[in-house]
């Protein structure tokens, strides 16, 4: 059989480094399937149980890998599937490409079954190129536009295959003619650093200031070693957007940990009283918890010259690469010889680690998501892979465990979706099947896609040279985060009726499908659950009865917060009595941390 449209794509996605697929099949591509079934040697195609969790998957594999990550659908249907996890994709700035089926270019306008308007449809989330092959001539220039704007631009790009043209004869050399294109396969990244005379003005205001402050993000994670040279540099301490939390590992004394709900007292009393502000390769949206405008001067670097000064009236905006950005600002540093700044960060950090070790250990109804996430940290490997989904969760990710060098974590950063936890630590642990990858997800999200989820597991597992892929399940039997927002930030109490999770046995459903499954429904067990997970020889879910009243405290709670909060248990929260029990021992903690 001569080659296809379809086996040329696959070909020249290869010369790409693509090889591998997340997706679910539909007649909308069965030319892209027959081709990948001819081709099985060279493709990895991993079917999921919904569109969704294919989107999320290349996303991960974007993430965790600093590849393309690449996602596969049918015609309308399974292409409407894939958009939350493209947009995932999209706000995190992550290279992936959507390659989505069609209805046959001979019925494109008719009203034809499962013909959906996909320009239109895709016109946002991959507005940097989105386009149809209509003509085998095209493909060659589809695919490597496809890629390279994927790779160059950070985002989500997507192909649309009518459904006759992938069975078309391959033209794999456009004719030596008028109206063609003749592309080529290649991307390399630029080396981007800012004018010298940028960088000395940048150098005059972090040696001007005493109490620096630096902020960095996911566009630190290759800049573990230029970050920590600078920090020490200029006597700074370091707070981490959520997507950077892997950046820089916490067992550092002046790596303050998280910013923002979910970040930690240092990271805000730093910010509320530094003079400079260094900010790199970090999005963070939250205004409030930065330096109070005229208190600070700022800079910032970013490699995306659209993010710059769009969070805080920066003094200076420097378009560059994290890496090579502060290598190229760390000679015209100088160190700085007054340390009390330092001083300050380092006992204040210390002390949090106290009270967040002293939260982690007060009783709970039955257990205190903080002791899972706690007894976690002082278990995981320098090798290990994390992933964790919006929600409560993320509280206690984001403050609870202690980020190691070698490590890799994410999550859904600027979309805050549910439901990308397991979907992440699955291609996680395809895309490195040697290391240990742990999910953090509470019962919410679980129920809305994880579960499904589990069976590809199941499906995989023994193809894993380590088999342990760990996922805790915060059973607490609400949608906790938001319950607490409608408490703190609306002032409402719990409503059962939008909130409340039916129960479900997280553990025992593990076991059916011959995983392992480990019930946590006392504060003692847990951490037997994680020793005994970590030495299973198949993955793990911990089903963890948590208590729904533990309040995820912000690091700073203002006067209108309190009020709220105070106004929903005045109206009658069904859970008020375990509230003001549970939110007393955690403010106490803080004040006078468990056995210090």
Known sequence: MADTVADFMLERLREWGIRRFYGYPGDGINGLLGAMGRASADVDFVQVRHEELA??????????????????????????????????????????????????????????????????????????????????????????????????????????????????????????????????????????????????????????????????????????????????????????????????????????????????????DMMEECDTLLMVGSSFPYSEFLPREGRARGIQIDIDGRMLGIRYPMELNLIGDSASTLRALLPLLRPKTDRSWRNRIEKNVAEWWKVLEARALNDGNPVNPQRLFWELSQRLSANAILACDSGSAANWYARDIKIKRGMKASLSGTLATMGPAVPYALAAKIAYPDRPVIAMTGDGAMQMNGMNDIITIARHWREWSDPHLIILVLNNRDLNQVTWEMRVLAGNPKYEASQSVPDFPYAAYAQMLGLRGIVVDRPSAAGPAWDEALAADRPVIIDAHTDPNIPPLPPHITFKQAKNFTSALVKGDVDALGIVRASLAEEWEELVPHGH
Do not use: W
Request: include cysteine; charged fraction near 20%; proline fraction near 5%.
């Open 55 to 268: 989107a999320f998957m290349a996303c991960a594999h974007a993430k965790y890998t600093g590849e393309v990550g690449c996602c596969v659908a049918t015609s309308g249907p399974g292409a409407i599937h894939l958009l939350n996890g493209l947009y995932d994709a999209k706000l995190d700035h992550q290279p992936v490409v959507a390659i989505v089926g069609q209805a046959a270019s001979t019925v494109m306008g008719g009203h034809y079954q499962q013909e959906v308007d996909l320009h239109t449809l895709f016109r946002d989330v991959a507005g940097e190129y989105v386009h149809t092959l209509m003509n085998p001539v095209q493909t060659r220039h589809i695919v490597d536009r496809a890629v390279r704007i994927a790779l160059a631009e950070r985002t989500v790009t997507c192909i649309i295959l009518p459904n006759d043209v992938q069975e078309m004869r391959a033209v794999k050399k456009p004719p030596h003619a008028h109206n063609t294109i003749h592309s080529s396969v290649g991307y390399m990244r630029p080396y981007v650093i800012p004018e010298e005379r940028d960088l000395h003005r940048a150098a005059e205001i972090l040696n001007h200031g005493q109490r620096v402050a630096m902020l960095v993000g996911a566009g630190c994670l290759s800049a573990t070693d230029e970050v920590i040279a600078v920090a020490e540099r200029l006597g700074a301490g370091v707070a981490k957007a959520l997507l950077g939390k892997a950046a820089v590992p916490d067992d550092l004394p002046f790596v303050t940990g998280s910013m923002g709900l979910l970040g930690t007292k240092p990271s805000f």
